[in-house]
């Protein structure tokens, strides 16, 4: 006897109070963010921030993208970042929607005197 055809079989009824749960399950995890889903701003961003959010990138690579913008100044743009040793077009694209841009001031205001 073939017992593959012998099983019992799942009624419509426990099929419904299955997936109902099932479905609101899925709506509820949905609407969670994740912790690499934030989005940081490459201009004010910490190693730690960088390394938490972008795939790919480490704690050594975050340092790096710290000390360039330490050496050079603010990012213009999140292009830049393909300017630092480590980050490459690929790391860029992957991480693209977890990252923003505040843009440097072009004259940032000088103290006035008198």
């Excluded at 340092?63 to 292009?79: K, L, Q, T």
């Amino acid at each position: 006897m073939n017992t593959l055809f012998n099983r019992p079989r799942i009624g419509v009824r426990a099929l419904r109070r299955l997936a109902l749960p099932g479905v609101l399950l899925a709506l509820v995890l949905a609407t969670i963010p994740a912790a690499a889903e934030d989005i940081i701003d490459i201009n004010t961003a910490t190693a730690e921030e960088f390394a938490a959010a972008m795939a790919g990138v480490g704690l050594k690579k975050a340092r790096a993208i710290v000390a360039y913008r330490d050496e050079n100044g603010p990012f213009a743009s999140i292009e830049d970042l393909v300017k630092v040793s480590g980050i490459g077009p690929a790391t860029l694209d992957s991480n693209r929607d977890r990252l923003s841009i505040t843009e440097p001031e072009a004259n940032p205001p000088t103290p006035s005197s008198g």
